[in-house]
């Protein structure tokens, strides 16, 4: 084997990108996204309304700006961070197409569910709530509804963009009911209801 055509580049992207993707997570558990909207401001600026330790502020916008989840206009102190159009688009909570529910969730609750992996791998035992001495997962939910409302956003962030490419290509206008049953908070029912006005839709 040539070992000159070999590289371990794809092996330690892999294993580094939990590196990234906390800092994407914990961007939208800020509020990075939507505190900045439309605006364009310095770190100190950014940092100061988001109450982060000055020690950190610039590293972690320079990496968003790095990772292309964040723009920057100048260097230094001075320089001026604002919202990527994907961003603004699916990370801000005030835009009607915000997909960071499903972020969310993969923050609080997913991320350190898999860092048990290697347990769950081993004994074929659940690592979710049961680990925990907790009820099922939806019984969980349901019993606690600022949860129920976290799983009910990042359901609506993980199908918002399938949804939306759905109800654009398939035709409604000959059916007159519509019944959506488990869509969470009825998104694929508003998407049709969008397209068809006139017909009818039921979200069970």
Known sequence: MNSQTHTPDAILQTAFSFWSSKVLLTAV?????????????????????????????ADFFDALVAMKFLGREGNGPAAKYFNTPEGALFLDEKSPRYIGGILTMLNVRLFKYWHDLPE??????????????????????YSDLPRLEQFMGAMT????????AFAAQFDFSKFHTLCDVGGATG?????????????QVHQL
């Open 187 to 199: 998104l694929l029912a508003i998407e049709a209801a969008k397209k068809t006005p006139a017909s």
């Open 120 to 141: 769950a791998l081993r004994t074929g035992k659940p690592q979710n709530e049961v680990k925990h001495g907790a009820k099922g997962i939806f019984e969980e939910l």
């Open 157 to 164: 962030g993980l199908s918002r963009i399938n949804f939306e």
């Open 29 to 57: 558990e800020f509020g990075v996204f939507t505190r900045l909207g439309d605006r364009r401001l310095t770190g100190a600026e950014l940092g100061s309304e988001l109450k982060l330790h000055p020690r950190g502020i």
